[in-house]
């Protein structure tokens, strides 16, 4: 290609690049956020008023200038802004301001976008994300990965297939302490999954369109107590999954035998895990256990989750909850314990976590009278829901059932429960007028090594981790 020719070429891109810049600094379409409580709309026009404003100045300080509108709040105004000035008049200060601002104003927007998300309301998040998207410059999978999720979730239909619900038991983070041939092996074995055995798990049911949703939005219970199931509409080619954890209370024999220690936030407020070191060090992980893996998977692929959900954690309270000794009601810091554990808690429903009932001390129910059985609920209302806070939700121990007519049921539905699941090889779901009862499939040592079990939604071959015992 000759010198003229290339020079036409440049120019022509020149010119589209400006023409685009251009577009971006002249864009007053606003975003209606308005269904968002606390969110107030946003005023495009004003902001273009701000900037033409100040590009009227003598520029003589444009970081101070672009400083004004990140301090009224207007991050996309100081984008906009720096972007409008000339070459000449950029600098290399000036446009990493740019892209500082850039990243407080993106993420402001994915805040926002996440809260409409969870309102299912996808369209104003399109929106929103749309010209934080057209101002980027670097490539930012995730950003675009959620706007086109967004974008594509804006068309439902109704679903009346089946409603998978898969559960765990926490995970295996250090296998050489789960399998190093004690007495516990085989129950590790049989009924636990390894860390890359989740990663994998996960990414077969992306891969095979399940996506996540909420157990709520299965049932409706109107203001006579009585149960309605709703009609389920979800993203178009999507199949619906229900996910839970049961026991992620981080019990002292699982602390021992390969799985982390407890929750910890870290600096950036997101929830990791810790574990205690022999050394007497303490280290953190946000890749050892099922609620960080499973959030850094979503923000990679936001389309594995509708309306923000991630799964249910089925909690007991005999060793109290999420690591937290909130069983031991007579220490001298039991305030404090029991605050660090809200904290946890309060958390995990803010990234779309439920709580279930999971009884208090994990027995048998059809072992237990009818008065342990009394007991056993009060406590964990006693002990644990002020931590967890309100469910209607009881995942029974063992996934052990017991009949409606039984007196230990109806003490539980007097209490307020309402979704009840157990486990069995097959999915169920069934509707009565005061309950409904899910059964779900087991994903754990047994599951895999089975030719049945969960073959028809797993390559179980490309799952098994090659550390696990030789049978």
């Known amino acids: 290609m000759n010198k003229k020719v290339v020079a036409v070429v440049i120019s022509a891109i020149a010119f589209f690049m400006a023409c685009t810049a251009f577009a ?27 900037i033409n404003s100040l590009n009227a100045q003598t520029i003589q300080d444009p970081e101070k200038n672009a400083e004004k509108l990140r301090l009224s709040g207007d991050f996309k105004g100081a984008v906009l802004y720096l972007d409008s000035l000339g070459a000449k008049v950029q600098t290399e200060s000036s446009r990493k301001l740019r892209d500082q601002y850039f990243e407080d104003y993106k993420n402001e927007a994915v805040s926002k976008a996440n809260q409409m998300i969870k309102a299912y309301d996808y369209k104003d998040a399109a929106e929103l994300l749309a010209p934080v998207v057209g101002l980027q410059k670097g490539d930012d999978k995730n950003l675009e990965n959620l706007f ?36 516990m092996q085989k129950g590790f074995d049989n009924f636990f999954v390894t860390v890359p055995e989740f990663k994998e798990i996960i990414k077969q049911l992306y891969a095979r369109n399940y996506i996540l949703i909420d157990i709520r939005l299965l049932y409706h219970i109107d203001e006579n107590g009585t149960v309605i199931k709703p009609e389920l509409r979800i993203p178009k080619g999507k199949k619906p999954l229900v996910l839970s954890v049961d026991d992620l209370n981080f019990y002292h024999y699982m602390r021992g035998n390969g799985m982390v220690h407890g929750f910890a936030m870290n600096e950036s407020g997101k929830i990791v895990t810790y574990t205690d070191m022999k050394d007497g060090t303490r280290t953190y992980s946000d890749d050892k256990e099922i609620v960080p893996i499973l959030e850094k998977f979503i923000e990679e692929h936001p389309d594995f989750s509708y309306g923000g959900a991630r799964g249910i954690i089925a909690s007991t309270g005999y060793e109290g909850t999420l690591g937290f000794r909130t069983d031991e009601t007579n220490a001298s810091n039991y305030n404090e314990i029991c605050a660090q554990a809200k904290q946890i808690a309060d958390k995990l429903k803010e990234m779309g976590w439920i709580f279930a009932c999971h009884s208090y001390g994990h027995n048998s129910p059809s072992k237990r009278t009818e008065e342990q059985m009394q007991r056993d609920c ?94």
């Open 24 to 50: 971006l600094r002249k864009e007053i379409k606003p975003y209606i956020t308005a269904s968002l409580p606390g969110v107030s709309q946003i005023d495009i026009q004003g902001k273009a008023n701000n």
């Open 148 to 183: 086109l999720t967004c974008t594509n979730f804006g068309i439902l239909e109704t679903y009346n297939g089946t409603v998978e619900h898969l559960f765990f038991h926490p995970l295996i983070a250090y296998p050489e302490l789960a399998f190093d041939g004690d007495g």
């Open 378 to 471: 009060d406590q964990w209302i006693e002990e644990t829901r002020p931590i967890l806070g309100e469910t209607d939700i009881y995942i029974f121990p063992f996934g052990e059932l017991i009949k409606d007519t039984d007196p230990k049921f109806r003490y539980l539905q007097s209490k307020g429960y309402h979704m009840f699941c157990g486990v069995q090889k097959t999915p169920y779901i069934k509707y009565h007028s005061s309950y409904v009862l899910q059964q779900r499939r087991n994903v754990d040592g047994i599951a895999l090594k089975s030719s049945n079990r969960i073959t028809d939604m797993l390559d179980v071959s490309k799952i098994l981790d090659p550390r696990r015992p030789k049978d």
